[in-house]
């Protein structure tokens, strides 16, 4: 832990590596790096929620943030969406830093997010909740087609007239993951996305998440905690631990790592 916001900006600051990818990104030079960050610090008061962790989302990857209760893996998506500002440290998002842009800025980069609590209105249908995020962009025929391209991204056609509080709780999570794909984003964070669903449901979740991201090559990063989901859909697994990034692998790796498993099953969640 180290730093203050304006030592982060000086570039004599910046990780060697990182300043080469970014830069690279920036003049063309384009490596698969989509996300990056460099020397992140968020503090709570006197604590430390997230402790530098390099994090990096490849183009079109789907990756799982793991690691036990209090981490700072809801941190760390924060403050990739804008939502937190950070102590100290940059975030590179596509070659450029985006650290200081808020987060509707980010929206338009191609940075979305689907939040823990749910947001679809129940009394709306299915169909008047997914033109909801483009309502004031598009218009005309383009409206129209982009609600079908919703509809068939939450995987509810069929279903477009009946209010979302008619749905179950799986399936509006469904409609909450295709509103959020709605924006045409290149990156997609989930948190925790199938808690409290049934096998089936997560099935369903499965099922978008993994459509979303062959078909339109959206990267996503994924807070979950059940790793037989993790297992069925992550390209790619990172552990956090105490705000920095503890292990990367794949998550046969990661499950058979036991320094993993001890920071899971001995020391628990964090203080
Ligand atoms: N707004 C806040 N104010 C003060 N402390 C916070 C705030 N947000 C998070 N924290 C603290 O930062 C640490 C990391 O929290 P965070 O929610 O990012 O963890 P997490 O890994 O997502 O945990 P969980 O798996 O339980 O959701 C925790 O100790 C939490 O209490």
């Known amino acids: 832990m180290s730093g203050s916001r304006s030592s982060a900006d000086d570039p004599q600051n910046i990780d060697p590596d990182v300043r ?15 996300l990056q960050t460099d020397g992140l610090i968020k503090q709570f008061g006197g604590f430390t929620a997230t402790d530098e962790p390099g994090f990096a989302v490849e183009e079109g990857e789907l990756r799982c943030l793991i690691g036990p209760n209090g981490a700072g893996k809801s941190t760390l998506l924060k403050l990739i969406t804008g939502t937190h500002e950070p102590t100290a440290g940059s975030i590179y998002y596509d ?4 650290t200081d842009l808020p987060p509707h800025e980010r929206v338009k980069r191609g940075i979305s997010m689907k939040f823990q609590v749910p947001s679809v209105y129940g009394d709306l249908t299915v169909r008047e909740n997914a033109q909801l995020p483009i309502q004031r962009l598009v218009t005309g025929d383009d409206r129209n087609r982009r609600i079908e391209e919703t509809i068939a991204a939450a995987g509810l056609e069929g279903y477009e007239d009946v209010p979302a509080s008619d749905l179950s709780h799986g399936q509006q999570q469904q409609l909450e993951i295709g509103m959020a794909a709605s924006l045409q984003p290149d990156l997609l964070l989930l948190d925790e996305p199938v808690a409290g669903l049934s096998v089936e449901e997560r099935r369903g979740i499965a099922d978008r998440v993994t459509a979303l991201n062959e078909e339109r090559g959206i990267a996503f990063v994924v807070i979950e905690h059940d790793t037989d989901f993790v297992a069925e859909i ?21 499950e058979a790592d036991p320094e993993v498993r001890r920071i899971y099953l001995g020391e628990g969640g964090e203080e």
């Open 20 to 34: 080469e990818t970014a830069a690279g990104l920036a003049t063309g030079d384009r490596s698969d790096t989509l």
């Open 234 to 254: 992550a390209d790619a697994v990172t552990v956090l631990h105490r705000g920095d990034v503890f292990r990367e692998g794949s998550i046969s790796e990661i």
């Open 95 to 98: 070659g450029d830093d985006i």
